[in-house]
């Protein structure tokens, strides 16, 4: 019982030990630049995570507009209007200018 314990333990904590080596040399040789240079980078995917998410969200409200324009009728007659300055045919428009006096 006591070689099965030497016959494993040993190979062990010499990977580990090489493990930690490599860990140690790895983290003192990166260059601070390129530490800097990823930082910056971490920075940037974290602003365009954030932009994604509000066009996203934009995205579904937009979506949600246009199913609600297309099952409504009435919605339509009312962005017709009142956003594109839509009339119907017949329909006789009266713009009322505002008086020099009324600007004051």
């Known amino acids: 019982m ?57 995205s579904a409200t937009l979506r949600a507009e246009l199913i609600r324009l297309r099952e409504r009728p009435t919605e339509q007659l009312h962005h017709a209007r009142t956003q594109l300055g839509m009339v119907k045919p017949g329909e006789v428009v009266y713009q009322l200018k505002a008086r020099e006096d009324d600007r004051r």
């Open 2 to 58: 006591r070689t099965m314990v030497k016959q494993w333990i040993w190979p062990t904590l010499l990977g580990l030990g090489v493990a930690a080596g490599v860990y140690l040399v790895s983290t003192r040789a990166v260059d601070p630049e390129l530490k800097r240079r990823n930082a910056d980078l971490e920075a940037n995917l974290a602003a365009v995570r954030a932009e994604n998410d509000r066009l996203a969200h934009e």
